[in-house]
């Protein structure tokens, strides 16, 4: 007799990136191993030469390449950049070094179904250069945060975050290799919770369980 095989239902989701992908890359390893109940259907790109997109062709996955150097508006853009997920079939879609901001309406079309990864300890150090930023301050902690997309820049609802000390002997390249360490593990588990848990957002707030059993904890604490 055949064995049985009961799957859970995986969530197809797209990988939007414009460069090296290796955000894109962990993500994809724990879809493989089972840390993740999902599967990209594509890797979708804005930069032709991106070297993450060879990586994801590589593995056999389905890819787009949607240039956003004259593409026109970000309007015209972004209409084709949804065309394409939307013809993948995906649910989700995971930023991982997309060097795009996405307008409202975009963000509207998959309202809390995008995530983004930044390295830095959100709400400090939005932007690019984070890691230098971090130093210039002279914070003891940076780290990573994975939060839901609005249409601001980094300022979604936060998912979680991963901590990482500051060395006196850090460089900025010295700290983002660090903190990529992390982000390589903590897209897939706050992925997964967002799959896998009940949750909500209250406010800001993030938070995970039934109204009931938050509520509850919140009284105890
Ligand atoms: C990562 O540090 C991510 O947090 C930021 O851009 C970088 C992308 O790296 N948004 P990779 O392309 O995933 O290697």
Known sequence: ??????????????????????????????????????????????VPSASG???????????????????????????????????????????????????ADFVAAFENRILNIHPSLLPSFPGLDVQQAALDYGVRVSGCTVHLVDAGLDTGPIVDQRVVRVRSSDTAGSLAARILREEHRLYAEALRRLLVEEWRIEGRRVLFGPPSATSAASKRE
């Open 53 to 103: 997109i060879g990586r994801a062709r590589s593995l056999g996955l389905a890819t787009a390449v949607v240039p956003s150097r004259g593409a026109g508006s970000r309007t015209a853009h972004e209409a084709r950049v949804r065309q394409e997920i939307e013809r993948a079939g995906a649910e989700w879609i995971c930023l991982a070094g997309y060097m795009r901001l996405l307008g």
């Open 1 to 46: 007799m055949r064995p049985l095989v009961v799957s859970a239902k995986k969530a197809p989701i797209a990988v939007l990136i414009s460069g090296r992908g290796s955000n894109f890359e962990a993500l994809h390893r724990a879809t493989r191993d089972g840390r993740l109940p999902a599967e990209i259907v594509l890797v979708l790109s804005n």
